[in-house]
């Protein structure tokens, strides 16, 4: 859902306080490894994103409200939609946040959000299959209804893992939230409760696994962290930039080697920077930042852009909770 806070902060960082990714060539991956725009007039909200991997080079994302059901498929290479699908067999979605793919080319979608006032008793996952030919048409999804242990939870992250098949939620909160973990198989017929594992030290609006699922990435709008999964009691590891203002999607690229950072709006960017902590990556701050204390900005920048972005990220802060106070929870 639209948060206007968050909005209006978004108008003070975009470009002033950037503080810019790291340069991705793309020239041996797939498309959209060097980043795109997501031209398509009718995605304004896109909240997700994934990477195909029967389709390389395509990418999936959804709006955060939409007319319907629907996901579409933006080819990496001209960031144009080359398919929108809707979906069948569930109800109305209230607030979609999330994408991921598992095992199988199974597409999730998480209808997660719950951030005007926290009081559903319960949100939905849908799975589909992923279409094997890119077109305009209507799949039939699977509905699963989620609770938490712990009650009712805002959320905008949810991961899917690729080896096991595994849910994940990443409640946001701004002190931080928790990794809840589902069910070893989401059952259609009955509750999936969630339960919360280890915290995650972010305001986070995504996040998404490796293709190995061995490294986590989570994304908020001032700042990011990579995280080692250790068998799902997550290490920390080192920090990631972001493009500063409404980010709201993560993925990394099939062949593992960029980490792709989406934002809302119209003509919305995707940006590219390689993968931390692999060969030819930067650890964003080394394997040692970790132990600091947000996880915002990087040391992986010069010396005057560290500066800038320091100060960047000092005005995001203030703008961001001066407008809270404002706002309140939205």
Avoid: C
Avoid at 24 to 29: E, F, I, P, W
Avoid at 35 to 54: Q, W, Y
Avoid at 227 to 244: A, E, F, S
Avoid at 286 to 296: I, L, P, Y
């Amino acid at each position: 859902m639209r948060r206007p806070f968050a909005l209006l902060a978004s108008a003070l960082l975009v470009g002033a306080f950037a503080v810019p990714a790291s340069a991705a060539d793309g020239d041996d991956g797939p498309a959209g490894s060097d980043g795109f725009t997501i031209k398509d007039p009718r995605i304004t909200e896109s909240s997700g994103l994934a990477a195909s991997r029967l389709h390389p080079g395509v990418y999936w994302t959804h709006n955060d409200q939409d007319t319907g059901p629907y996901l579409y498929a933006v080819d990496g290479a001209t960031g144009e939609t080359v398919a929108r699908v809707a979906l069948s067999g569930v109800g109305t979605p209230r607030d979609v946040e999330a994408i991921a793919i598992g095992p199988g080319n199974k597409i999730f979608v998480g209808d997660i959000g719950d951030n005007d006032g926290v009081t559903w008793p319960h949100v939905w996952i849908y799975e589909l299959p992923e279409p094997t030919e890119l077109k305009d048409q209507t799949v039939k999804a699977t509905q699963y209804v989620v609770t938490y242990t712990d009650g009712s939870r805002d959320a905008e992250s949810m991961l899917v893992h690729p080896k096991t098949g595994r849910v994940y939620i990443i409640d946001k909160h701004e002190d931080g939230g928790h990794l809840y973990e589902g069910p070893a198989k989401l059952s259609s017929s009955g509750t999936n409760i969630f339960r919360p594992t280890v915290p995650v030290d972010l305001w986070a609006t995504d996040a998404a696994f490796s293709p190995d699922g061995e490294q986590l990435a989570v994304r908020g709008y001032l700042g990011g962290i990579w995280y080692d999964w250790n068998g799902g009691k997550i290490r920390r590891t080192g920090r990631i930039n972001v493009p500063l203002g409404q980010g709201e999607s993560a993925t990394y690229t099939i062949d593992g080697k960029k980490l792709l950072l989406g934002m809302e709006g119209v003509n919305s960017p995707v940006k590219a920077q390689d993968v931390p902590g692999r060969a030819g990556g930067d650890s964003g701050g080394g394997a040692g930042s970790g132990s600091h204390a947000s996880g915002e900005g990087s040391g992986a920048a010069g010396g005057d852009t560290l500066k800038i972005g320091a100060v960047g990220l000092l005005v995001a802060f203030a703008a961001l909770f001066g407008l809270r106070r404002v706002f309140g929870r939205r």
